[in-house]
């Protein structure tokens, strides 16, 4: 049975119209993810581009509006070059525009009084209607000149830009076009520039339903590769290397039509090794593989950890020990969770939920992050693998409407692996509304297991059951 349902309805009415185009549609919970998921169906490009035009449309008519009136900003100005676009404005140009042209600059102004806010091109190219193009470069050639007009014009009391020193995200603008601007105002207005940072940081990080609507089921496309990948479709043991799982994922993505934001990380831990096998090492039985897998689509990201099992001959689960790792990851991950609070910082989630699982005898290592636009998006970090102390890119609050990869790995001892000592790595991506949390496509509780030739079913009704094996490489829909 494929697990897929129509767009909702906005999407499907205006903008899909004769197109047929289904995802799936999950409501986000905190459940045991599907074992062995159907892949959600893929849009047509035309159809993805359409989604995406409206999602940025609802996103500057509401999510720009509140953050500068939030942050008491009158006018915030964003300036990117050709190949070096500034985060922020990368993630505003419509489906068609895939890069800066030239020099584009968008430029934001609350005339308050309730008024809506402009939206203006300071550019050559139009950009789908969803800036009012204000620059004729026939009537003024100097499109440094025209832009100061426009800001002598409205007379700002703040000219919010693009500078953080604290994070990437929010720093797009490059020295030399900040020099070319401010050379252009009088001083006094020159002395109102402010960086931007919760302007841009807030525009990336904050998600609209619509978005939400749809991101449960990228992170189940995520989910259907991973089960795969990490299946006997893929592994053979004594044949497989981990190297070769590694490349599938990558082929797999781009048969699929998807991008990602990194290489995909496969691992293996072996009860008679030190540390993790990687690269052409040969998946054993008795291996725990570790999987570090990400996609992107519809501009939205997803960051999944999962472990699988390779049973042993005689063996049909995983030994009680492993299984109590991972169940040590999920209820370090529920403590996390159950500390989200609006206006928190990342370092106080970090430490709360530190404190708690230490003293519940847990062995912690937390390192979760935002996720949205970019694999590790805008927002406070909580923790890092390399520094579990408050850090200043924890400092951030965090805020309502925002995505999240709960990533972190718990230690505890194997006693099937002579007691040796195991890092259980996890990690799932969550949505918090600003009451509660809830997983996009639920989490893993239970290890992939990969059976083998030797474990495999002999009843004939089992074995017609079973998928069709595939050879490492093979591209299968």
């Known amino acids: 049975m494929k697990h897929t349902t129509t767009f909702a309805s906005w999407i499907a009415a205006a903008l899909l119209a004769s197109t047929p185009a289904t995802v799936i549609a999950r409501e986000p919970g905190n459940t045991s993810e599907a074992e062995a998921p159907d892949y959600p169906e ?3 490009l035309r159809a993805q581009a359409e989604v995406r035009d409206a999602w940025l449309a609802q996103r500057l008519e509401t999510v720009v509006p509140a953050l500068m009136r939030e942050q008491g900003v009158d006018m915030w100005v964003l300036i990117a070059r050709e190949y070096d676009e500034d985060p ?5 140009l419509d489906a068609r525009s895939m890069h800066a042209r030239r020099r584009t600059i968008l430029v934001f102004f609350d005339p308050g009084e309730g008024k809506p806010i402009e939206r203006l091109t300071v550019s050559r190219y139009g950009l789908a209607g969803l800036f009012a193009p204000a620059w004729t470069p026939e009537q003024q050639p100097d ?5 100061a007009e426009i800001v002598a014009e409205r007379n700002p009391e703040k000219i919010a830009m693009n500078i953080s020193p604290q994070t990437a995200l929010a720093d797009g603008l490059s020295h030399s076009q900040y020099e070319d601007f401010a050379a252009t105002l009088p001083e006094e207005l020159r002395e109102r520039i402010v ?3 919760p302007l841009a940081i807030g525009w990336l990080e904050s998600r609209i339903p619509a978005e939400m609507e749809v991101y449960p089921g990228i992170v189940r496309l995520a989910h259907a590769i991973i089960a795969e990948a990490l299946s006997d479709k893929v592994i053979t043991p004594g044949t497989t290397k981990a190297e070769d799982v590694q490349w599938w994922m990558r082929e797999k993505i781009s048969a699929l039509g998807l991008k990602t934001w990194f ?5 293996i831990f072996r009860a008679s090794e030190t540390g993790e096998l990687t690269g052409d090492v040969i998946i054993q039985p008795g291996d ?3 999987t570090d897998f990400g996609i992107t689509y519809l501009g939205l990201n997803t960051d999944t950890q999962h472990l699988a099992y390779v049973l042993k001959p005689g063996e049909s689960d995983a030994p009680s020990g492993l299984k109590a790792g991972l169940a040590a990851a999920n209820a370090v991950q529920d403590m996390l969770t159950a500390e989200f609070r609006v206006g928190l910082t990342g370092n106080d989630l970090l430490a709360a939920t530190r404190a708690k699982a230490i003293s519940s005898g847990y062995q912690p290592s937390i390192y979760s992050h935002p996720i949205g636009f970019h694999g590790h998006g805008a927002g406070p970090a909580i923790g890092f693998w390399d520094n579990q102390e408050a850090s200043p890119a924890g400092d951030y609050l965090v805020r309502a409407s925002t995505a999240w990869s709960i990533e972190l790995a718990v230690t ?6 002579g007691d040796k000592a195991v890092s259980f790595r996890t990690e799932e991506d969550m949505f918090f509304d600003g009451e509660g949390v809830s997983y996009l496509d639920g989490r893993q509780e239970k290890f ?7 474990n495999r079913p002999t009843d004939a009704s089992e074995v017609e059951a079973m998928p069709t094996e595939a050879v490492v490489g093979d591209r299968q829909d």
């Open 42 to 44: 893929i849009l047509p």
């Open 88 to 92: 922020v404005v990368a993630t505003m």
């Open 143 to 147: 499109q440094w000149q025209r832009l």
């Open 195 to 197: 960086p931007a940072g």
């Open 263 to 267: 290489h995909p990380s496969l691992a």
């Open 288 to 290: 725990m593989l570790w």
């Open 412 to 417: 505890t001892n194997v006693p099937e692996w």
């Open 448 to 454: 992939h297991l990969i059976r083998g030739a030797a």
